[in-house]
């Protein structure tokens, strides 16, 4: 149990257009996922907060008008790259938040190879 | 604030000899830790966490990590370590239940 997809696993886009990247969780409802970004032997870095029903949280030096975020339901949230450009290419990791007990566990996708080029 | 420290960028070691990856944490609450491994071009894969209770947590794939308050440490270890067990390991912590705080990560080369 507690597994969470992403789609497209990889995506090749051309500079300036825009690149969406869905993450859902298939047996469990999650009101809250995460999005993370991940370069080249580096950690993952928390960009946002997706909250179902409500406006995503951002973290500081994320640009929310870049990297749109809509949880539309209890399984789905989507990270929309904006205007994509080369500096953008990264590995984009959700985790879904699964309540149970006394901490409230995330489950992670499998990542979004992006490529801008 | 929390933060984690994984203060080696690479851990080599034979296959069949134990191994030991190193996690310090910093968190103003009750610390919750997790160890994630991640294989190339992969997402992370769920090792093992501390949540409450006993020290000594066994995870996944035969590892283990001992909760240590007083060094506030979360070593991840395995007592014979495997050419497959080469991967990035991170180790994560968080004191809310809110996203998690990762460490650098540690990137692990088990040699045959």
């Known amino acids: 149990g507690a597994v969470v997809s992403q789609h497209p696993s990889r995506v090749i886009c051309k500079s300036g257009t825009s690149v969406k990247i869905e993450c859902r969780s298939l047996?469990?409802?999650?009101?809250?996922m995460f999005w993370y970004r991940q370069f080249p032997k580096q950690s993952l870095m928390l960009m946002a907060t997706s909250n179902e029903g409500s406006k995503a949280t951002y973290e500081q030096g994320v640009e929310k008008d870049k990297f749109l975020i809509n949880h539309a339901s209890l399984t789905l949230s989507t990270l929309t790259v904006t205007s994509a450009h080369p500096e953008d290419s990264s590995f984009y990791i959700c985790?879904?938040?699964?309540?149970?007990?006394?901490?409230?566990?995330?489950?992670f996708g499998p990542g979004t190879r992006l490529t801008v080029l | 604030a929390q933060s984690v420290a994984q203060p080696e960028d690479q851990v080599n070691v034979a296959e069949g000899n134990p191994l030991t990856v190193k996690c310090t944490y910093s968190v103003s609450g009750n610390p919750y830790l997790f160890w994630y491994v991640q294989y190339p071009n992969r997402g992370l894969q769920f090792l093992l966490k501390y949540i409450t209770g006993d020290n000594l947590v066994k995870g996944s794939y035969g590892f283990e990590a001992e909760f240590n308050k007083s060094q506030t440490s979360f070593h991840l270890k395995k007592p014979s370590a495997l050419v497959s067990d080469s991967a990035l390991y991170f180790c994560?912590?968080?004191?809310?239940?809110?996203?998690?705080?990762f460490g650098k990560g540690t990137s692990l080369l088990v040699t045959p």
């Open positions: 985790s879904a938040q699964l309540i149970a007990g006394p901490y409230n566990e995330q489950f």
């Open positions: 047996d469990f409802q999650a009101t809250t």
């Open positions: 994560a912590v968080t004191d809310s239940g809110y996203a998690l705080n």
